[in-house]
Nanobody
């Protein structure tokens, strides 16, 4: 059983930074990642990391966001820099047995989800 508990997020001005955290139990052999959904838009994959450490990013966040894990703390992070108003969304962490490169493009019907956290970027 995988459990994901998110923290972090909030409001920031454009150009600022935020870090999201996701405490994950039971997910050591899963791909884990971050997804987001803005009002009226489809859910999209942001960044994922496979159990072997391979990372995959959406083109829209490459060079600005960094996904990482702290295995000692069983925690997944998303460091978000140079934030833009279009990054405003509800952010979710998720875990699934499929490969990271696959789940980033299939942001629905994944195995396990965090509760979500709001990120708001003002211009």
């Amino acid at each position: 059983q995988v459990q994901l508990v998110q923290s972090g997020g909030g409001s920031v001005q454009a150009g600022g930074s935020l870090r999201l955290s996701c405490a994950a139990s039971g997910s050591s052999k899963y791909s884990v990642g971050w997804f987001r959904q803005a009002p009226g838009k489809e859910r999209e994959g942001v960044a994922v990391i496979d159990s072997d450490g391979t990372t995959t990013y959406a083109d829209s966040v490459k060079g600005r966001f960094t996904i990482s894990t702290d295995t000692a703390k069983n925690t997944l992070y998303l460091q978000m820099n140079s934030l833009k108003p279009e990054d405003t969304a509800m952010y979710y962490c998720a875990a699934d047995r499929a490969a990271g490169w696959w789940i980033i493009g299939h942001p629905y019907n994944l195995g396990y989800w965090g509760q979500g956290t709001q990120v708001t970027v003002s211009s």
